[in-house]
Nanobody, 115 residues
């Protein structure tokens, strides 16, 4: 099993920036795709960004050009740099890691964008 711990959430004003981190531990060999998802109040969880072990990335259309996902395989950590934040980005952000045998989730970190 892979354990994931997110950090970096908080309260930020519109237009501001935050950097989320997700540290993986446990049986981390063969982790393939890692990603960030988010869930706003009364809404379903949605994909924000994913990154493969080789560094290929994909983004939700509404965050393209504002968010950047990156990965440090040596540190077993994935990051989400969020710039030009908007109130509609407010959500709990979850880290996800996938192996052939299973998919693991962190407990989430709250991001609130408000003035």
């Amino acid at each position: 099993q892979v354990q994931l711990v997110e950090s970096g959430g908080g309260l930020v004003q519109p237009g501001g920036s935050l950097r989320l981190s997700c540290a993986a531990s446990g049986i981390i060999s063969s982790i393939g795709v890692m990603g960030w998802y988010r869930q706003a109040p009364e809404k379903e969880r949605e994909l924000v960004a994913i990154i493969t072990s080789g560094g290929i990335t994909r983004y939700k259309d509404s965050v393209k050009g504002r968010f950047t996902i990156s990965r440090d395989n040596a540190k077993n950590t994935v990051y989400l740099q969020m710039n030009s934040l908007k109130p509609e980005d407010t959500a709990v952000y979850y880290c996800n890691a996938n192996r052939v045998t299973d998919s693991s989730w962190g407990k989430g970190t709250l991001v609130t964008v408000s003035s």
